[in-house]
């Protein structure tokens, strides 16, 4: 039995990642745009750990992430940078990954869905076996009532149960073997419960590395590190010539495991001059016809051929053999009768050809469609991150101008650089100088300290030093502007 596999991989980040957990987990409690979940299937479902993530990201950035922080600390020590760059400049493995300090999410990890055959071809496997299933409508309904989808369910529990089993040895199997050093998976989900055929999602953490030794956070980074070409098309060809294969032969493995009588031979689809599955299925059938169409031909040629020289025969020895003659003749309307019946099949199969293209055009325009709705999904989707971006910017600059307007109020108290980056950073509470003389009794810190000094002190604090400090303050954030 013929099948594809494919692999189709795409960068993430973190948070990328956790959204793609809670869209393949399927969980009934969610609301998911993915409406062709079967809910009675989840129980197929299967998830499996394969590499711990954090150990994964130690492994790739902690040495690199240490020598950094090491590097402040031996700056701060000899007093080239403050305390307030350095703390904020710091960062942790997991803060480098998901972004601080006002930098981008790495797309640290790669998303990969992993699929053996197509939903065709798996209900092809399911008549091979034997199995009972019935077939049930998936996703939305036109008006006439005709779903979006049909796919094979199984009936019988136990089948049900082997049926999971294969898929899952044969993903999870894959999985594994395609991890390696450069490449790590994480994870790996079988989903059997969508409107599709079986196939499985795995995370993996990119483990490359830059031309300088830099660790490399992005999925080419780690292909080079596999392959060595500087083409990352090559890479990702070498990837797959490698990969797909290993797919059908987990496959066989798991089936023979099973003791399933089920036996894949690997084709492509997507390399030049070839086609899709279920047009290749129907061409390779329309040439086995043709075949015997034309073995058919040939021997109807052939007696034809030797009817006529019989009838040429017959013509030259008519005067003595007008009986047989007329025999002869009765032969010849039966075989233009057996013509007839051969040309009224030939238009039929016609007929059913154009049927099947037919319905290959119609899945085509389907697919075409969905396509041209994930397309735009997606494009609100980056709409929708580019607002929360530039929100989070202005946010960080606010918090930046209020920082900078309570540092210059304690600085009017002559108080030293420590008093001022633990009020503005909020670090530690202090009293405030009271107008009268003293201290308050009560200690503040960042804006409360900043509104508590000019509420005591009106005299110090009078309206044109306030507007001092808010223009100062406005010109410092426009300054920081500038340097970003």
Request: charged share 35%.
């Given at each position: 039995?013929?099948a594809t596999s494919?692999?189709?991989?795409r960068?993430?980040?973190?948070?990328?990642?956790?959204?793609?957990?809670?869209?393949?987990?399927?969980?009934?409690?969610?609301?998911?745009?993915?409406k062709?979940?079967?809910?009675s299937?989840?129980?197929l479902?299967?998830?499996?750990?394969?590499?711990d993530?954090?150990?994964?990201?130690?492994?790739?950035?902690?040495?690199?992430i240490?020598?950094?922080?090491?590097?402040?600390?031996?700056d701060?020590?000899?007093?080239?940078?403050?305390?307030?760059?350095?703390?904020?400049r710091?960062q942790?493995v997991d803060?480098?990954?998901?972004?601080s300090?006002?930098?981008?999410?790495?797309?640290?990890?790669?998303s990969?869905?992993?699929t053996?055959?197509?939903?065709d071809?798996?209900?092809?496997?399911?008549?091979r076996?034997?199995?009972a299933?019935?077939?049930?409508?998936v996703?939305?309904q036109?008006?006439?009532g005709?779903y979006?989808?049909?796919?094979?369910?199984?009936?019988?529990n136990?089948q049900r149960?082997?049926?999971a089993?294969?898929?899952?040895?044969?993903?999870?199997?894959?999985?594994?073997?395609?991890?390696?050093?450069s490449?790590?998976?994480?994870?790996?989900?079988t989903?059997?419960?969508?409107g599709g055929?079986?196939?499985?999602h795995?995370?993996?953490?990119?483990m490359g590395?830059?031309?300088?030794?830099?660790p490399?956070?992005?999925?080419n980074?780690?292909?080079?590190?596999?392959?060595g070409?500087?083409?990352?098309?090559?890479?990702?060809r070498q990837?797959r010539?490698?990969?797909d294969?290993i797919?059908i032969?987990n496959?066989?493995?798991?089936?023979?495991?099973?003791g399933?009588d089920?036996?894949?031979?690997?084709v492509?689809?997507?390399?030049?001059?070839?086609?899709?599955?279920?047009?290749?299925?129907?061409?390779?059938?329309?040439?086995?016809?043709?075949?015997?169409?034309?073995?058919a031909?040939?021997g109807?040629k052939?007696h034809?051929?030797?009817?006529?020289?019989e009838?040429?025969?017959?013509?030259q020895?008519?005067?003595?053999?007008e009986?047989?003659?007329?025999?002869?003749?009765?032969?010849l309307?039966?075989q233009q009768?057996?013509?007839?019946?051969?040309?009224?099949?030939t238009?039929?199969?016609?007929?059913?050809?154009?049927?099947?293209e037919?319905?290959?055009?119609?899945k085509?325009?389907?697919?075409?469609?969905i396509?041209?709705?994930?397309?735009?999904?997606?494009?609100?989707?980056?709409k929708r991150?580019?607002?929360?971006?530039?929100?989070?910017?202005?946010?960080q600059?606010?918090a930046?101008?209020?920082?900078?307007f309570?540092?210059r109020?304690?600085?009017?108290?002559?108080?030293?650089?420590?008093?001022?980056?633990d009020?503005?950073?909020?670090?530690m509470?202090?009293?405030?100088?009271?107008?009268k003389g003293?201290?308050?009794?009560?200690?503040?810190?960042?804006?409360?300290w900043?509104?508590?000094?000019?509420?005591?002190?009106?005299?110090?604090?009078?309206?044109t030093?306030?507007?001092?400090?808010?223009?100062?303050?406005?010109k410092?954030?426009?300054?920081?502007?500038?340097?970003?």
């Amino acid at each position: 039995m013929e099948a594809t596999s494919t692999i189709d991989m795409r960068p993430a980040t973190s948070s990328e990642m956790r959204a793609y957990t809670r869209h393949i987990e399927h969980d009934p409690n969610e609301t998911h745009a993915n409406k062709m979940i079967v809910e009675s299937d989840r129980e197929l479902n299967r998830y499996h750990v394969i590499n711990d993530e954090k150990t994964a990201l130690n492994d790739q950035y902690k040495n690199y992430i240490d020598s950094r922080n090491a590097k402040l600390e031996r700056d701060f020590n000899e007093n080239k940078i403050s305390l307030e760059q350095y703390t904020s400049r710091k960062q942790s493995v997991d803060e480098y990954i998901r972004g601080s300090n006002g930098s981008k999410e790495k797309k640290a990890y790669t998303s990969a869905v992993l699929t053996v055959a197509d939903v065709d071809t798996q209900r092809d496997m399911l008549d091979r076996l034997g199995w009972a299933y019935k077939m049930i409508g998936v996703g939305k309904q036109d008006k006439n009532g005709k779903y979006e989808n049909y796919r094979a369910q199984l009936t019988d529990n136990d089948q049900r149960e082997t049926w999971a089993q294969l898929w899952d040895m044969t993903y999870t199997q894959t999985a594994k073997d395609i991890s390696n050093e450069s490449l790590r998976a994480i994870s790996v989900m079988t989903n059997l419960d969508e409107g599709g055929g079986a196939h499985a999602h795995v995370g993996f953490v990119n483990m490359g590395h830059t031309d300088k030794g830099k660790p490399s956070t992005t999925l080419n980074g780690a292909l080079k590190a596999m392959y060595g070409y500087k083409d990352s098309r090559a890479n990702l060809r070498q990837f797959r010539a490698t990969c797909d294969p290993i797919m059908i032969a987990n496959f066989n493995k798991s089936a023979e495991a099973l003791g399933l009588d089920l036996h894949l031979d690997m084709v492509r689809t997507r390399e030049a001059g070839s086609v899709d599955m279920p047009t290749y299925k129907a061409t390779k059938e329309k040439e086995a016809e043709l075949k015997q169409y034309e073995a058919a031909l040939d021997g109807r040629k052939k007696h034809l051929d030797k009817r006529e020289q019989e009838a040429d025969q017959r013509d030259q020895e008519a005067d003595t053999r007008e009986q047989e003659q007329a025999e002869k003749q009765q032969e010849l309307v039966g075989q233009q009768e057996y013509i007839r019946l051969i040309q009224r099949d030939t238009e039929r199969t016609n007929r059913e050809s154009k049927e099947r293209e037919k319905k290959i055009k119609e899945k085509e325009e389907q697919q075409a469609k969905i396509d041209e709705r994930q397309a735009k999904t997606d494009e609100r989707q980056t709409k929708r991150e580019n607002r929360l971006n530039n929100i989070w910017t202005n946010v960080q600059a606010q918090a930046d101008s209020i920082k900078h307007f309570v540092k210059r109020t304690v600085a009017i108290f002559n108080l030293g650089e420590k008093w001022q980056n633990d009020i503005a950073n909020e670090w530690m509470e202090y009293p405030v100088p009271r107008e009268k003389g003293g201290l308050t009794k009560e200690r503040y810190t960042g804006c409360d300290w900043a509104l508590t000094a000019i509420h005591e002190n009106p005299k110090r604090f009078t309206a044109t030093v306030v507007k001092d400090l808010t223009t100062q303050n406005k010109k410092k954030a426009k300054d920081d502007d500038l340097e970003l």
